[in-house]
């Protein structure tokens, strides 16, 4: 699965590309507010411009479901990319996204010339992968290019249909480092392997704890999802957040890492309060408690200080970490120091640090460390597949080298 045909492996002099791109930026009033997905595309566009290729681009945006919404429109990122590429971004504007413009529009290109495609889910057949609209998006071109790595879980028309159509299929330099550095990560990781799993549910998870206990040498549990544990434990945990129908499985967890000799660690000590904050930044009164001396009428809201001292520790020799999810409620400043201590000690550390995208990739950038880390993932639900040991149909679908 993991030895594709990357836009170093192709020649797209005078041909047509389509790239599908990850342009589901946050907009308001029309103005994106975070651009970080359309610079991690320009490599690839880049390349792509340089090596003569007819470039056009295609992406989804929000959730319009299957018909055209103008507060949803690539009209702005077209406007952005034209300035961030220092050339004309051509927007195609039809609402059936392969129409008269589009047609038009590249039929009039020259080799380096860029089109931006209208939202692929303004049409309906996009989520289901319809043959209709892979067909249209496959006559607009002789190579597809996939690099967007956030829909790679998904099979629809713009990332997976469209291949069958297609002669050449590739992945982007963004695909490409996504599969190298996660994809090698789980299947071949440089050890001590350290994978720390976080968040609010064990639910989401379950997968990737059982994938990951078989492939790292020690697995971190903080977040909400440390109290079903604790419970499975026997401890009392408060009002904390559980999932009753997940103990059984986080026993079975628990004995699964006894049996193949792989530390599992749990919190230790445990930050409480009477309640959830709201709103979410409120300020909030805390106490830190052992672990097992948690109130019946508290709840947990992040890891304690003992904890976090015991899970930085955890890291200080490793050679491979992989997180996912943060440690408590790292939206309040109170309730981040766990977050913020994992972070810091990922940053300090000389090991290959691996961020799997979702609320890990907000934390780690909105508390300072981006830069520090190895690589932070593009794709929330996509990189927690790939760490469940799934195939993705995005990546599936590229040619093999």
């Not at 297609?166 to 789980?186: H, P, R, S």
Request: net charge negative; with cysteine.
């Amino acid at each position: 699965m993991l030895n594709k045909k990357s836009v170093d492996d192709i020649n797209v002099k005078g041909k047509k590309v389509l790239v599908r791109c990850d342009f589901n930026v946050p907009l308001k009033e029309g103005k994106i507010t975070d651009e970080n997905r359309l610079v991690a595309a320009l490599p690839t566009i880049k390349k792509l411009i340089a090596d003569g290729g007819k470039v056009i681009l295609c992406s989804h945006l929000g959730k319009p479901k299957g018909e055209p919404k103008p507060e949803l429109s690539l009209a702005p990122v077209a406007v952005r990319l034209s300035e961030l590429l220092g050339q004309e971004v051509k927007f195609a504007a039809d609402d059936n996204v392969v129409g008269e413009n589009a047609k038009a529009a590249v039929a009039a290109m020259n080799d380096g010339d860029v089109v931006l495609l209208q939202n692929t889910r303004y049409r309906a057949e996009e989520t289901k992968n319809g043959e209709a609209f892979s067909k249209e998006l496959a006559s607009l071109c002789d190579v597809f290019v996939n690099d967007a790595f956030g829909t790679a879980h998904r099979a629809h028309c713009s990332n997976v249909g469209v291949t069958e159509y297609v002669d050449t299929c590739a992945v982007g330099y963004l695909m490409q480092k996504e599969i190298d550095f996660l994809g090698n990560a789980v299947n071949n990781p440089e050890r001590p392997f350290v994978a720390i799993l976080g968040g609010a549910k064990v639910a989401d998870k379950l997968n990737v704890i059982s994938n990951l206990l078989e492939k790292c040498d020690t697995l971190i549990i903080g977040g909400g999802m440390a109290y079903t544990f604790l419970k499975a434990k026997g401890l009392e945990v408060g009002t904390s957040l559980v999932d009753d129908t997940k103990i059984d499985y986080c026993k079975e967890m628990m004995e699964k890492a006894e049996k193949l000799g792989k530390k599992l660690l749990l919190p230790v000590d445990t930050t409480i309060a009477k309640e959830f904050p709201s709103p979410i930044d409120a300020e909030i009164e805390v106490s830190v408690v052992k672990s097992d001396a948690i109130p019946a009428d508290m709840m947990g809201l992040d890891i304690g200080t003992e904890t976090a001292a015991l899970y930085a520790d955890a890291v200080k020799s490793a050679k491979t970490v992989v997180w996912n999810g943060p440690m408590g409620v790292f939206e309040n400043p109170i309730l981040a120091k766990g977050t913020i201590a994992v972070a810091k000690s990922l940053a300090e550390t000389d090991a290959t640090t691996i961020i799997g995208g979702g609320d890990s990739a907000a934390a780690v950038n909105q508390l300072g460390f981006g830069d520090k880390m190895t690589h932070i993932s593009t794709g929330g639900g996509a990189s927690l597949e790939f760490l469940e040991g799934k195939d993705l149909p995005g990546v599936v679908a590229a040619d093999d080298k």
